[in-house]
């Protein structure tokens, strides 16, 4: 049976910076949605606008037919899936629960052998856009788990992104986002080494973006974040905190395959000295403050 607005019930669990977008995106498209969050304020214009507010996952995911969560970090996502008052407990038979979280390939994994033992559709699909994406409804969704279960909910996918790919088994979504992330980390560390280059040589760092972005040095980081450091706007599209999070997952990844990444071990040392200063909870482009601040 298709998933649509008519017989579908829609729970979206983390209504952060991104996650208040996506949930918005369905709510718009006709879905009836159910949130919860554990500061209810941030629900509160979804609320306004026809959502209903559960106390608890478990009673979000009782009146589900799909539960989309994007949470903060890998303990969340067990305890809103694994947990006793959490999702595989609690959903109805048949119900697809599908998470955004950057989060652990073999908690996905654990996830979706969880999901199978009591009769739902689990699914790992990570994200990558930030904040613009989200709003914009442009992000790129990596799927990992069943092909069945991903055509499925596709029609709900495409109300949050455009570019979206069944990467493989439960997990492979994961290990994708792990790749993404591998290749923002150093190119993240090259964007503000570019920016403090160019005001230490006295140029006009936003004249000099006009020729780079668009030559073999452009980049999604180049584009969209430069102009916020050029700017001196730190507020979070992708928080510093939960990039470091994203960092420790892949490095851990990466060490259980035998494979070294010293790119990715140099810009973790350098976000977490940027997170002792004070930054934790700013945007990615606040990784200038090091070149900057002494």
Request: aromatic share 6%.
């Given at each position: 049976?298709?998933?649509?607005?008519?017989?579908?019930?829609?729970?979206f669990i983390g209504?952060g910076?991104?996650?208040?977008?996506?949930a918005?995106?369905?709510?718009k498209?006709?879905?009836?949605?159910?949130v919860?969050?554990?500061?209810?304020?941030?629900?509160?214009?979804?609320?306004?606008?026809?959502?209903?507010?559960?106390?608890?996952?478990?009673?979000?995911?009782?009146?589900?037919d799909?539960?989309?969560t994007m949470?903060?970090?890998?303990?969340?996502?067990?305890?809103?899936?694994?947990g006793?008052?959490?999702?595989?407990a609690?959903?109805?038979?048949?119900?697809y629960?599908i998470?955004?979280?950057?989060?652990?390939?073999q908690?996905?994994?654990r996830?979706?052998?969880?999901?199978?033992?009591?009769?739902?559709?689990?699914?790992?699909?990570?994200?990558s856009?930030?904040?613009i994406?989200?709003?914009?409804?442009?992000?790129?969704?990596?799927?990992g788990g069943?092909?069945?279960d991903?055509e499925?909910v596709r029609?709900?996918?495409?109300?949050?992104?455009?570019?979206?790919?069944?990467?493989?088994?439960?997990?492979?979504g994961?290990?994708?986002?792990?790749c993404?992330q591998?290749?923002?980390?150093s190119?993240?560390?090259?964007?503000?080494?570019?920016?403090?280059?160019?005001e230490?040589?006295?140029?006009?760092?936003?004249?000099?973006?006009?020729s780079?972005?668009?030559?073999a040095?452009g980049?999604?980081?180049?584009?969209n974040?430069?102009?916020?450091i050029?700017?001196?706007?730190?507020?979070?599209?992708?928080?510093?905190?939960?990039?470091i999070?994203?960092m420790g997952?892949?490095?851990?990844?990466?060490?259980?395959?035998?494979?070294?990444t010293?790119?990715?071990?140099?810009a973790?040392?350098?976000y977490?000295?940027?997170?002792?200063?004070g930054?934790?909870?700013k945007?990615?482009q606040?990784?200038?403050?090091?070149y900057i601040e002494?």
């Amino acid at each position: 049976m298709a998933l649509t607005p008519e017989n579908t019930a829609v729970g979206f669990i983390g209504i952060g910076v991104m996650g208040k977008s996506m949930a918005s995106h369905i709510q718009k498209a006709g879905y009836k949605l159910h949130v919860y969050t554990r500061t209810a304020a941030k629900a509160e214009q979804l609320v306004q606008e026809g959502a209903e507010w559960h106390e608890t996952p478990a009673k979000l995911a009782q009146v589900c037919d799909v539960v989309i969560t994007m949470v903060g970090y890998p303990s969340d996502v067990e305890e809103i899936y694994l947990g006793t008052d959490g999702l595989v407990a609690h959903a109805r038979e048949g119900a697809y629960l599908i998470d955004m979280t950057t989060s652990s390939p073999q908690l996905a994994g654990r996830i979706y052998e969880a999901c199978n033992a009591n009769g739902l559709h689990g699914l790992d699909a990570p994200v990558s856009g930030g904040d613009i994406g989200a709003r914009e409804a442009k992000l790129s969704i990596m799927v990992g788990g069943d092909q069945q279960d991903f055509e499925a909910v596709r029609p709900l996918l495409e109300l949050m992104g455009r570019n979206i790919v069944l990467q493989g088994k439960a997990g492979a979504g994961q290990h994708t986002k792990m790749c993404n992330q591998i290749a923002i980390a150093s190119n993240m560390v090259g964007v503000c080494e570019a920016v403090a280059y160019a005001e230490s040589a006295g140029l006009d760092a936003g004249t000099v973006l006009k020729s780079i972005e668009s030559g073999a040095a452009g980049s999604w980081s180049l584009s969209n974040l430069a102009p916020r450091i050029i700017a001196g706007n730190f507020e979070p599209g992708f928080y510093v905190k939960h990039f470091i999070k994203d960092m420790g997952i892949a490095l851990e990844a990466a060490k259980e395959m035998g494979l070294n990444t010293p790119g990715l071990a140099l810009a973790e040392s350098l976000y977490k000295q940027l997170a002792d200063k004070g930054y934790s909870d700013k945007g990615t482009q606040a990784l200038i403050k090091y070149y900057i601040e002494k």
